[in-house]
């Protein structure tokens, strides 16, 4: 499998060869400015392939050379930590100069305190991390992140350079000699199994129901409280809290980053709900109308005005509406603002099935060209509840500021669990009803 042929105008031209999906990765960030190459700055990488990384790290050892930016490794999970550290893997990565780091999401999902790059400065890096969205690694926008295989990302770590093709381009060695890499050899699977490492599962006791405490005044832990079940009718007039243009992923939905954070405090993550998503209204992002005050506001404070005033509201999507991660915070924050259901042309599919389990509503476009008929000034009626089933579609009533009406055929797949999860609530609240 081959990867495009140049990085970007900002940077020389490397050939990407080998791409891989690892379950973390690794990441060569080497800085640039537009047209200009200059000294390399760090260097990050996980480790599904770090057999061939270690190849290739091995190799520049045998020369007596050492990675020319940072390195950084991050294991994706315990069991593959063990494992590469039993079968001697770390090592040669260790010995070029590479820096392990613990065993979770960090740099892939931005939490990377990244020290050496000021926020807004052109830069970029290459990356074997399976997602390379605007300001996903490092939260800035203009960090350019292009992604390749462990292995290429160790050779580019070696060399420095963006330009550097282990194809075709020599190292120069220790004593002055010049080298070209030789492909990377590995075996497919350790040959004496995984390792499952350390067991760091601590059980709670046995004789006595604990109990969870939780700072009333914290600012990042929140214990959760149900959410409220259908009311047993139809859905009436509801507002539009945003119609959103174009791609919008779970990372527009939910930024990740800094607001990681606040993971166990949905009422403060919920502060980053739909900021990253473009408003067909006016091409901005975090800028909607109020349709009580007439006055515009971010996402999540307006539908926090809507949830005060209990007026109920939905968010219009594009094609493929909830991309990327599957982030349950993404499902989670609109359902506690108020959301009763989300409106698109397609669903990306883990996305579609999160808003099930928190009892929203996950609708399509039965003709995708309606999406055109939907204004952001319209009240939103939703038909049909009483009698939802599998694969009969729900009508949606649109009233339009002229007072004119039309309805519109809105297609689900719900089947009849999911059907429970949404009449209940969420799918705890029927898991609980169950008990």
């Not at 800035?140 to 770590?157: K, M």
Request: aromatic share 6%.
């Amino acid at each position: 499998m081959h990867g495009p042929q140049a990085l970007a105008s900002t940077t020389p031209p490397m050939s990407l060869r080998g791409l891989s999906r690892p379950s973390r990765a690794m990441v060569a960030r080497i800085c640039s400015e537009p047209g200009v190459m200059v000294k390399p700055a760090l260097a990050l990488m996980p480790l599904l392939r770090a057999c061939r990384a270690a190849s290739v790290a091995r190799q520049a050892l045998n020369k007596g050379i050492k990675a020319k930016a940072g390195f950084t490794i991050t294991p994706g999970s315990e069991q593959i930590r063990a494992t590469i550290a039993r079968d001697g893997l770390d090592k040669p990565l260790k010995d070029i100069g590479g820096v392990v780091l613990a065993n979770a999401c960090g740099p892939c999902i931005g939490q990377w305190n990244r020290q050496d790059m000021p926020k807004g400065q052109a830069n970029t890096i290459v990356t074997s991390y399976n997602r390379n969205f605007t300001g996903r690694n490092d939260a800035n926008p203009e960090t350019h992140a292009f992604v390749t295989s462990p292995e290429l990302v160790t050779a580019l770590t070696i060399a420095g350079r963006l330009d550097f093709n282990p194809m075709t381009d020599s190292l120069t060695a220790a004593d002055g000699s010049k080298f070209k890499l030789e492909p990377p050899t590995s075996d497919e699977l350790p040959s004496r199994g995984f390792d499952a490492g350390e067991e760091t599962y601590q059980a709670p006791p046995k004789d006595q129901r604990p109990s969870v405490e939780v700072d009333p005044s914290s600012k990042r832990l929140q214990l959760l409280t149900p959410f409220d079940k259908w009311n047993g009718g139809d859905l009436d007039e509801m507002f539009v809290l945003i119609k959103v243009q174009g791609k919008c992923t779970t990372d527009h939905i939910s930024a990740a980053g800094p607001w990681l954070k606040f993971r166990g405090h949905l009422d403060n993550i919920s502060n980053n709900m739909l900021i990253g998503a473009v408003n067909s209204e006016n091409g901005e992002k975090n800028s909607v109308r109020n349709h009580m005050t007439g006055e515009y506001g971010g996402v999540p404070d307006t539908a926090r005005h809507y949830k005060a005033q209990g007026k109920n509201w939905v968010a219009i999507g594009d094609d493929n509406y909830g991309e990327g991660s599957s982030r349950e915070h993404a499902a989670l924050e609109p359902r506690h603002l108020g959301a009763r259901a989300i409106i698109v042309k397609s669903f990306a599919r883990i996305h579609e099935t999160n808003l099930k389990k928190q009892g929203l509503l996950a609708l399509t476009f039965q003709e995708p060209s309606d999406y055109d008929r939907i204004c952001p000034d319209d009240l939103i009626s939703i038909r049909g509840l009483k009698d939802m089933a599998p694969g009969k579609p729900l009508q949606c009533v649109v009233r339009h500021s002229n007072g004119q009406e039309e309805t519109l055929q809105l297609n689900h797949t719900f089947n009849d669990l999911q059907i429970n999860w949404f009449r209940a609530g969420s799918a705890l609240n029927f898991m609980k009803l169950k008990q």
